[in-house]
């Protein structure tokens, strides 16, 4: 950072949970057909990724269970 920027962290938790592997079947053509599109190579990382639904909350644990 530099300057007057600034960084507040925030308290939250990461929620995550696999696909069914339809799902994943979907999403890693969708990933093949615009890398295809674009003329880019794709990480290994991106296919992991893929394969879950990642949220990122800031909702109390108590309350909102994943």
């Given at each position: 950072m530099t300057g007057s920027d600034?960084?507040?962290a925030?308290?939250?938790r990461v929620c995550a949970i696999r696909k069914s592997d339809a799902a994943i079947g979907i999403a890693h053509g969708?990933?093949?057909?615009?890398a295809s599109k674009k003329g880019?190579?794709?990480g290994r990382?991106?296919?992991?990724?893929?394969?879950?639904?990642i949220v990122f909350t800031?909702?109390?644990?108590?309350d909102f269970t994943p």
């Open positions: 600034s960084a507040a925030v308290r939250g969708k990933i093949r057909r615009e880019v190579e794709v990382q991106t296919f992991k990724f893929a394969e879950y639904v800031t909702f109390p644990e108590a």
